[in-house]
């Protein structure tokens, strides 16, 4: 039978298991039997983690240029070298020889050509002889002056107006910027309102066909290309389809 009645604790029963509890006892170090001294404790064991597999990261390819790229990496160079050259001429110093003979190497590195640069020196020296001139940075002025007299009566209107089809040939050495040239033309002419014909006439030059194309596309303009074809030939066709189309410029 269950009791309803359960019967209460007294205060002493409740605290006898506390009373009864164990005391933990002090962890000891062992002891060693033969001598009764305590040994020492054994050093923890020391495991090494192991080291973090490393994937190697393989180096990325670097991007290969277009040919656009390239050539305004050559043509920045050579603008460089030459703007570096021209300052340290006119930095300053006396003029003497030396610079004579530095200013030379400097027109003719710029692709000025032997007689032009003869011209230049021998008008320079006169210009210096008759000033007075002492200093390299006075040298500048009198060689703008020589440039502009060279130059000057050079500057006649082109009259395309006596030919149908105009032909327009430029020449010159790689990087004297014959395309980017032919490019502008092809634009100046477009906005008199006469119709524009490309010859991509240089079939020797590495991506010269491509890049006369690109500007080809820039301006809206027909360009007659081929692959790997005679420079002659090219021109030859250019002209046959300018007589055709009745073009009024063919570059």
């Known amino acids: 039978m269950f009791s309803f009645f359960k019967k209460k604790p007294k ?27 305590p040994l020492a404790p054994a050093a923890p064991a020391v495991i090494a983690a192991p080291a973090p ?60 050509g032997v007689p032009a640069t003869m011209h230049l020196l021998k008008d320079v020296r006169e210009r210096v002889t008759l000033r007075g001139l002492k200093d390299a940075s006075e040298l500048k002025q009198a060689l703008k002056d020589s440039l502009s007299e060279l130059i000057a009566p050079l500057q ?36 008199q309102g006469k119709s524009v014909l490309l010859a991509a006439g240089d079939t020797f030059r590495a991506a010269a066909r491509e890049q006369l194309m690109a500007w080809g596309e820039r301006n809206n303009v027909t360009v007659i290309a081929q692959q790997g074809g005679d420079s002659a030939a090219v021109c030859y066709d250019a002209i046959q389809a300018a007589v055709a189309r009745k073009i009024d410029i063919v570059l």
């Open 11 to 37: 205060p002493e029963d409740l605290a006898a298991p506390q009373a009864a509890a164990t005391p933990i006892a002090e962890a000891t170090a062992p002891v060693n039997p033969s001598t009764a001294e």
């Open 53 to 112: 597999a490393v994937t190697p990261v393989e180096p990325e390819a670097p991007r290969k240029q277009s040919w656009t790229e390239r050539l305004k990496a050559g043509l920045s160079k050579t603008r460089d070298k030459l703007g570096k050259s021209l300052a340290g001429l006119f930095g300053g110093g006396k003029i003497d020889e030396d610079l004579y003979e530095e200013l030379e190497t400097v027109l003719l590195t710029a692709d000025m």
């Open 156 to 191: 006649i209107p082109l009259d395309t107006s006596g030919h149908q089809p105009c032909v327009i040939m430029l020449a010159g050495v790689n990087g004297a910027g014959k395309t980017t040239s032919i490019g502008k033309l092809a634009k100046y002419f477009q906005s």
